[in-house]
């Protein structure tokens, strides 16, 4: 991870782990909408953003389990070649809201754990079914791995649909979201099998982005000038994708070069470090 990206995240750390825990918490609508810790009601500015971004995690949760389904599919029936072509649009509507989904206890590490990641023998999920889909040639024993990701990620909407949110949790979110672009998407180190970490980088921002823009009328009452620069940004991380971007995706990541990588990565670098400002500057307008 670059030296300025550090600095920028470890800004708002604190924030952000005592966001995570507010999310993993759960609760219902009612309660989430309601008033908050301090017993103020928010602002109608603020219940605008908790529901825009509630909205963009149910609408998310629910298309992973639906393109999770076929790529189960192809595994159970032993199709190799159709799992392949079936991970990465699994992939996509996880990496958009990764940071909530990390929040729920062992449910993350199962779908997603790299195999470094997690003690030996419970390596599962994605990562596992991909490294038998790239390296091993052969889905013959992943059957039960399979239906368990199908029924893990349907847990995992259950949760994300009753999830505690508030604006400056939301801002923590997209801080985060940026975090694992550049701490597991530039490396590589993501999709090590696959390679498709364009794919996730990608939709990592663009959770990153609607995260923002949930909260960026909060943001343009105390410090339009930022909003706006911020809204530059991210058109700039994603105009720096545009050179590897193909018919049905991306480029692998194996042949982005040195240059390449280090471009990708000033583009994040330079979007992160103001939109850790993000979370200071709304708190003020949370409450009405």
Request: aromatic content about 6%; some cysteine.
């Amino acid at each position: 991870m670059h030296r300025n990206l550090v600095r920028t995240l470890l800004s708002s750390a604190a924030a952000v782990a005592l966001a995570l825990v507010a999310w993993g918490c759960g609760s219902s609508d009612s309660d989430s909408t309601a008033a908050t810790s301090e017993g103020q009601e928010r602002s109608p500015q603020a219940e605008a953003a908790v529901a825009d971004y509630r909205g963009y995690l149910e609408e998310n949760a629910d298309e992973l389990v639906a393109t999770t389904k076929p790529f189960v599919a192809a595994v159970v029936a032993g199709n190799l070649a159709e799992a392949k072509v079936r991970y990465a649009p699994a992939r996509i509507p996880y990496e958009r809201i990764e940071p909530v989904a990390d929040s729920f206890g062992s449910l993350d590490p199962r779908i997603d754990a790299r195999e470094n990641d997690v003690a030996e023998g419970e390596f599962e999920g994605f990562h596992r079914i991909e490294k038998a889909l790239w390296e091993e040639g052969t889905i013959a024993r992943m059957s039960p791995v399979a239906k368990q990701l199908q029924r893990d990620v349907e847990a995992l909407a259950a949760k994300v649909k009753a999830v505690e949110l508030a604006p400056v949790q939301i801002a923590d979110g997209a801080n985060a979201l940026l975090g694992e672009v550049s701490a597991s998407k530039i490396t590589g180190e993501e999709e090590r099998y696959s390679h498709i970490d364009l794919v996730d980088f990608e939709a990592n921002v663009e959770g990153s982005g609607a995260a923002f823009e949930a909260v960026k009328p909060l943001l343009d009452e105390g410090d339009a000038d930022l909003s706006g620069e911020i809204e530059a940004d991210f058109k700039m991380v994603f105009d720096s994708l545009q050179p590897y971007r193909t018919v049905d995706g991306f480029v692998a990541y194996t042949e982005l070069t040195k240059a390449d990588t280090k471009k990708l990565a000033v583009a994040i670098d330079t979007l992160a470090e103001k939109l850790s400002q993000v979370p200071a500057e709304i708190a003020s307008s949370e409450h009405g």
